[in-house]
């Protein structure tokens, strides 16, 4: 049937014919590099388990593996199917020219991920702001990062475009609460409040890295004396604490019955001319 309709044409059927221990050796080919590649590139994971900046490391060299996989199975296929082997390095040799040409963004996007990981200028979980995108490194690859921001959104930036990028997780962070009492509260009174009371907020706010610690008065305000309370946290939590610091204080401003102070406005009016 086939060689009466589609084979006569085509030679679908004596291609198969002729042809089919070289279709099976080049399915085999394939197969096993697939799973080569997938056995190396989880033994990259495992072992990167050890080194803190170990996933970083690992995107890296899995992309690497995984273009290297595809490149040694097209030679060993196309070796199969009876291609020399001078032919096939002379075939590179032209490809390989034509991309240092053609593909220079390309060559400058490998670099600068090799320099990326090895110069070690953020890691994956890294906060980091490039460009005025601010988000958390997804993944660093042979190309390309992808970062994620804090509403989900990710932007994939070629590695050759990341410059001057802002690592906010090098170090610990800090989470500020400015907080005013009235004018006519007693300022020392109230700062020893806040210094018995902070190794009692450390405990409620577990979060807290370092600190926290009173700073003292902050700024003379219209209607407020600004008293500063500073700690420190890793970036990611930087927010959140700042929130508990803010709620920490109000309440213990109003179980000692200090005042936080509304803006007020004060109108003086001229007496009338007699």
Sequence with gaps: ?????????????????????????SVAIVFFVWVLEKALTTLVRLLSRKNPRGATVADLLAS???????????????????????????GAGILGLAISFGAQSLIEDIISGFFIIFEKQFAVGDIIEVGGFRGT?????????????????????????????????????????DIGIAYGEKLENVEKIIREALPQIRERVPAIVEGPFYYGVQSLADSAVVLRIYAK??????????????RAMKLLFDEHGIGVPFPQVVVHQGKPDE
Excluded at 10 to 18: G, H, K, Q, R, T
Excluded at 142 to 147: D, G, M, V
Excluded at 240 to 246: E, G, H, S, Y
């Design 64 to 90: 690497v593996i995984k273009y290297t996989s595809a490149l040694v199975a097209v030679f060993m296929v196309l070796g199969a199917w009876g291609v020399s082997t001078g032919t096939l390095l002379a």
């Design 1 to 25: 049937m086939v060689d009466s309709s589609i084979g006569r044409f085509f030679n679908v059927a004596d291609f198969f014919a002729n042809n089919y221990v070289t279709l099976l050796e």
């Design 233 to 246: 946290t890793h970036e990611m939590k930087k927010y959140q604490v700042a929130r508990d610091l803010n």
């Design 137 to 177: 490194v997804n993944s660093i690859g042979i190309r390309t990062t992808q970062i994620e921001d804090y509403n989900g959104d990710v932007k994939i930036v070629n590695n050759s475009d990341i410059r001057g990028a802002l690592n906010t997780s090098a170090n610990l962070s800090p989470a500020i609460c």
